[in-house]
């Protein structure tokens, strides 16, 4: 039980498909002669922060011998994979559902509760306004970048499509944000919350206590890698 939980809380430090539009974008865009560098150090940092995480939890939190792994049998497997399928399905989607209809309102209603044909005006907008100066010490207080961020929760991909809606085209967000700015973004993209996907799936699996843990660690972490790629980039760029 303690290695199941380990592995489901570490498993959203490791980079999915969904964070590779966010990679491509910003590589791309601010780091073009080392693109595919980038694309390989954010990949393999992940995985490195994931095993620190893993060290810290088994030393603090998850305590205790190493239990023998048992290889199951494939019916097994295949029955424990259907069940899981059909209770995500079941429980895991109303969650989902309901986060994309909070998204769906944020972005498109104004605080009077009107709706709103301006992206700067929506509620989301506001509140990303409102936790913008947490990024500051990182190197991107822009509500926009915020607001994309919070988008991101639902679904990775949207992180650029928001920030293209926002900023207008690649060129103006390359001209909004230095290499030293990008850096420390790209680190907190891939190190801060999954998606509510995963976190669903969480909960479903270890309760709403431990989903929210892990969002909060996780927005934790991601804040001190960042900070620490910020000051390390400010020197090289």
Same mark, same amino acid.
């Given at each position: 039980?303690?290695?199941?939980?380990?592995?489901?809380?570490?498993?959203?430090?490791?980079?999915?498909?969904?964070? @590779?539009?966010?990679?491509?974008?910003?590589?791309?865009?601010?780091?073009?002669?080392?693109?595919?560098?980038?694309?390989?150090?954010?990949?393999?940092?992940?995985?490195?922060?994931?095993?620190?995480?893993?060290?810290?939890?088994? =030393?603090?939190?998850?305590?205790?011998?190493?239990?023998?792994?048992?290889?199951?049998?494939?019916?097994?497997?295949?029955?424990?994979?259907?069940?899981?399928?059909?209770?995500?399905?079941?429980?895991?989607?109303?969650?989902?559902?309901?986060?994309?209809?909070?998204?769906?309102?944020?972005?498109?209603?104004? @605080?009077?509760?009107?709706?709103?044909?301006?992206?700067?005006?929506?509620?989301?907008?506001?509140?990303?306004?409102?936790?913008?100066?947490?990024?500051?010490?990182?190197?991107?207080?822009?509500?926009?970048?915020?607001?994309?961020?919070?988008?991101?929760?639902?679904?990775?991909?949207?992180?650029?499509?928001?920030?293209?809606?926002?900023?207008? =085209?690649?060129?103006?967000? =390359?001209?909004?944000?230095?290499?030293?700015?990008?850096?420390? @973004?790209?680190?907190?993209?891939?190190?801060?919350?999954?998606?509510?996907?995963?976190?669903?799936?969480?909960?479903?699996?270890?309760?709403?206590?431990?989903?929210?843990?892990?969002?909060?660690?996780?927005?934790?972490?991601?804040?001190?890698?960042?900070?620490?790629?910020?000051?390390?980039?400010?020197?090289?760029?």
């Amino acid at each position: 039980e303690r290695d199941r939980k380990m592995t489901i809380l570490l498993t959203p430090f490791m980079s999915c498909s969904a964070k @590779l539009p966010i990679y491509s974008l910003f590589a791309a865009a601010f780091f073009p002669d080392y693109a595919g560098l980038v694309m390989v150090l954010l990949y393999f940092g992940g995985i490195v922060v994931g095993v620190l995480a893993a060290l810290l939890l088994k =030393s603090t939190v998850f305590k205790g011998e190493a239990v023998p792994f048992v290889l199951p049998g494939l019916k097994n497997v295949a029955q424990l994979l259907w069940e899981k399928a059909r209770d995500f399905l079941q429980k895991a989607f109303t969650v989902i559902f309901a986060a994309t209809i909070v998204i769906w309102f944020l972005q498109n209603f104004d @605080l009077q509760l009107s709706l709103t044909a301006y992206p700067q005006d929506s509620i989301l907008a506001q509140i990303a306004g409102d936790i913008a100066p947490l990024f500051a010490p990182l190197g991107f207080a822009d509500w926009r970048i915020s607001t994309a961020l919070i988008a991101g929760f639902m679904a990775k991909e949207s992180v650029v499509s928001t920030l293209l809606i926002l900023f207008g =085209s690649t060129a103006a967000l =390359s001209a909004a944000l230095t290499p030293a700015q990008a850096a420390p @973004l790209l680190v907190f993209c891939l190190l801060y919350t999954p998606c509510i996907a995963a976190v669903a799936a969480v909960k479903r699996e270890l309760g709403g206590k431990w989903a929210t843990i892990m969002v909060v660690n996780q927005c934790v972490v991601a804040w001190v890698c960042a900070l620490l790629v910020r000051l390390v980039a400010v020197m090289l760029f």
